[in-house]
């Protein structure tokens, strides 16, 4: 597909990379975007959020509270939802399966950017009701806005030749047929599979330096929660730019 890949016609998308709680850098990216948007008065323009908005960052409670809110120059949102997100939701849900390994690798900063402090769990609990001790304070603290946003988010969007997921697609299987698991979690099957997959495809969770460009895909995870540099693709027919912090 290469850089023949293009949007439908008269569209702009503005795809922006895993966030993880920098909402410093999510309200710069955020400034940049609407001023670029702004002269496009004719186009119909969407942001796309690949999904992992919150942990290992500071501020995943404040990242939420303004993806909640609108934005300016006719800038309609899309939030997929990201391994992150999965396992915080999965969480809640009383699926404790991936939760040490989830809170070691930032859940941890998430849920104590909600007032839920991680390291302070009663003495002598076993390790499942330490892990129930922390969700129910989180099932009592997490505004039901929050949970709603977490609830809403989608496993994939498409727009003409591009396929959006937050982690990639397993190769060789039809796009409509995807798995939601792969679509937020899979990696090297996907990361290191040479050949077309239907449609360009647009993702994040594997951090790079750089936005990292293929014939077959576009990785915009660029590790913004330690690097400080939060990542936008923006696609118009068949131009890409990039804007980023």
């Keep these: 597909m290469g850089t023949r890949a293009s949007t439908p016609k008269n569209y ?17 990216l955020l400034a940049m975007i609407e001023a670029d948007a702004s002269p496009h008065t004719h ?37 997929l939802r990201g391994n992150h ?5 999965k969480f809640l849900k009383n699926d404790l399966r991936f939760t040490p390994i989830w809170l070691q690798y930032g859940g941890s900063a998430g849920i104590a950017s909600y007032g839920v402090n991680p390291y302070l769990l009663a003495a002598g ?9 922390l969700r129910h304070e989180l099932l009592d603290i997490l505004p039901r806005s929050h ?26 299987i039809p796009l409509a ?15 290191s599979y040479p050949k077309g997959m239907g449609k360009m495809i647009v993702h994040g969770h594997t ?20 690097s400080g540099h939060l990542t936008c ?10 804007l980023s912090t």
Excluded at 43 to 66: A, E, P, Q
Excluded at 125 to 133: F, G, R, S, V, W
Excluded at 233 to 242: A, E, N, P, Q
Aim: glycine share 8%.
């Design 12 to 28: 702009r998308l503005y795809v922006i990379g895993d966030i993880h709680g920098r909402l410093d850098l999510l309200t710069r």
């Design 43 to 79: 186009k119909t323009k969407r942001l796309i959020f690949l999904g992992d908005y919150i942990d290992r960052g500071l501020d995943s409670r404040g990242v939420i509270d303004r993806l909640m809110r609108s934005f300016e120059n006719g800038l309609k949102p899309i939030f």
């Design 85 to 89: 997100e999965d396992c915080l939701l």
């Design 125 to 133: 609990l076993k390790e499942a009701d330490k892990l129930q001790h």
């Design 147 to 172: 949970r709603d946003f977490f609830e809403n988010t989608v496993v994939s969007v498409t727009y003409g030749d591009y396929f959006f997921a937050h982690a990639g697609v397993r190769p060789a």
């Design 177 to 191: 047929k995807q798995k939601p698991e792969d679509l937020m979690w899979i990696r090297e099957d996907f990361l």
């Design 207 to 226: 951090i790079q330096p750089h936005p990292d460009v293929r014939p077959n895909r576009i990785g915009l995870d660029t590790g913004a929660y330690a």
């Design 233 to 242: 693709l923006v696609i118009d027919g068949t131009t890409r730019t990039f």
